[in-house]
Nanobody, 119 residues
Framework: QVQLVESGGGSVQAGGSLRLSCTASGYNFSSYCMGWFRQAPGKEREGVSTFNSRRGRTDYATSVKGRFAISQDNAGNTLYLQMNSVKPEDTAMYYC?????????????WGQGTQVTVS
């Protein structure tokens, strides 16, 4: 049974930091590409950052570039998102997802999300 479980969300003041974690189980974690997404109330889901383990490549949305950092611990089957200098507009539910093809277009597995609130 595949599971992605996010944690680390919470309330933080603007300018502060949070580290989100996504622990995976039930599939070969290191063979999938991973991503972080977020959805704010009344808005569409947007991509935040991706980690392409096959190419050793990370990508970021323009809005978070220079503030957020994605990383992956294959031994622990865990994906991280370090969020620094957070802004109120970063408030959203954050989801992690796993994709087999690494095309960035068809994520196979999704977590339930963790809420981040910046005031």
């Amino acid at each position: 049974q595949v599971q992605l479980v996010e944690s680390g969300g919470g309330s933080v003041q603007a300018g502060g930091s949070l580290r989100l974690s996504c622990t995976a189980s039930g599939y070969n974690f290191s063979s999938y590409c991973m991503g972080w997404f977020r959805q704010a109330p009344g808005k569409e889901r947007e991509g935040v950052s991706t980690f392409n383990s096959r190419r050793g490549r990370t990508d970021y949305a323009t809005s978070v570039k220079g503030r957020f950092a994605i990383s992956q611990d294959n031994a622990g089957n865990t994906l991280y998102l370090q969020m620094n200098s957070v802004k109120p507009e970063d408030t959203a539910m954050y989801y992690c997802a796993a994709e087999a093809t690494c095309r960035g277009t068809e994520y196979n597995f999704w977590g339930q999300g963790t809420q981040v609130t910046v005031s």
